[in-house]
């Protein structure tokens, strides 16, 4: 079975530019993540959908983050624009369902801002 | 509101030696409990979970962890501790009305050959 699949692995922009994340989950899982890492911290939850509801964004910076999953399967997650600050690992996981079922993660996506 | 605190960021262990990486949680209701590991570059791995079921939870490479509600604490460990279990570990905890998972700030593990 496929894991949970991102792109690209590695980017670097300037402040100010914008920048999108795609994510692919595991087949047949109804939840989906993006988590931001930044370096020396843990995963920290910015968005969480069920099929293609917003389940709790409560902590997406709305005002520059954006996230969709329009057909409830692939997800992008948009900076615009990017700070220095948004430097980080952007994680994407996924499950099963809400409730139960174990976080499966994809290897992440590297974003550096200048 | 829940969370995680993990005791020491950086744990240094001789290859051979027992491996004890502590987490205390804090939640308002019967939690459900994760340990996961990270490896440079990648996402991170399930290592284990408690589901109130058995307070004594087994994982994946040797490791288990313990559940104690009277010390809110849920450490990990394994009995000797081998080369490829450097790493990253994170601590987390799941709850809430959204089923929201809270992550430690995560220990990293130094093992000396």
């Known amino acids: 079975e496929a894991g949970v699949a991102q792109s690209p692995r590695y980017k670097i922009i300037e402040k100010r530019q914008s920048v999108a994340f795609w994510c692919n989950p595991i087949s047949g899982h109804a939840t989906l993540y993006w988590y931001q890492q930044i370096l020396g911290q843990g995963p920290k939850l910015l968005i969480q959908?069920?099929?293609?509801?917003?389940?709790?964004d409560s902590q997406l910076p709305k005002d520059r983050f954006s996230a969709e999953r329009l057909k409830g399967v692939d997800s992008t997650l948009k900076i615009q624009p990017a700070k220095l600050e948004d430097s980080a690992v952007y994680l994407c996981?996924?499950?099963?369902?809400?409730?139960?079922?174990?976080?499966?993660f994809g290897p992440g996506t590297r974003l550096t801002v200048l | 509101a829940q969370s995680v605190t993990q005791l020491g960021s950086h744990v240094s262990v001789s290859e051979g030696a027992l491996v004890l990486l502590r987490c205390n949680y804090s939640s308002s209701v019967p939690p459900y409990l994760f340990w996961y590991v990270q490896y440079p570059n990648q996402g991170l791995q399930l290592l284990l979970k408690?589901?109130?079921?058995?307070?004594l939870v087994k994982g994946i490479n040797g490791f288990e962890a313990e559940f104690k509600k009277s010390e809110t604490s849920f450490h990990l460990t394994k009995p000797s501790a081998h080369m490829r279990d450097a790493a990253e570990y994170f601590c987390a905890v799941k709850g809430g009305g959204y089923q929201k998972v809270t992550f430690g700030t995560g220990t990293k593990l130094q093992v000396i050959p």
């Open positions: 408690y589901t109130s079921a058995a307070t």
């Open positions: 959908f069920q099929n293609n509801g917003v389940v709790d």
């Open positions: 996981a996924s499950s099963l369902d809400l409730v139960n079922s174990e976080q499966f």
